[in-house]
């Protein structure tokens, strides 16, 4: 599974930004969908995730600002991220469980886009 993420830049403080994120490949169907990041200097971590169903859930930093949709016929993810913060500064990763099946039996596989850079000045 291959997945290309777009939608990164430089934006002022209380600015707005919109990452996408495309999965191709070979796949039957994709489970949850989510987007990480990782600051200079420090781990990555979870920013928001959406289930097959829509159920979403977001760290509670961004929660209230950032909004995560999918669209399950395009396999596509996007992260809109609103009152941007000079702390959301950090290289955006989409991430996907996939899965294909083989002798009748679901096969996951998680898979990481290349990621994007997103710079909040203040």
């Known amino acids: 599974v291959q997945l290309q993420a777009s939608g990164g830049g430089l934006v002022q403080a209380g600015g707005s930004l919109k990452l996408s994120c495309a999965a191709s490949g070979r796949f039957d169907w994709i489970n949850h969908m989510g987007w990480y990041r990782q600051a200079p200097g420090k781990q990555r971590d979870l920013v928001a995730t959406i289930s097959a169903g829509g159920r979403t859930d977001y760290v509670e930093s961004v929660r209230g600002r950032f909004i995560i949709s999918r669209d399950s016929a395009q396999n596509t993810v996007s992260l809109q991220m609103d009152n941007l913060k000079p702390e959301d500064t950090a290289v955006y990763y989409c991430?996907?469980?996939?899965?294909?099946?083989?002798?009748?039996?679901?096969?996951?596989?998680?898979?990481w886009g290349q990621g994007t850079l997103v710079t909040v000045s203040s």
């Open positions: 991430n996907v469980e996939s899965a294909t099946l083989k002798s009748s039996r679901p096969i996951l596989e998680t898979s």
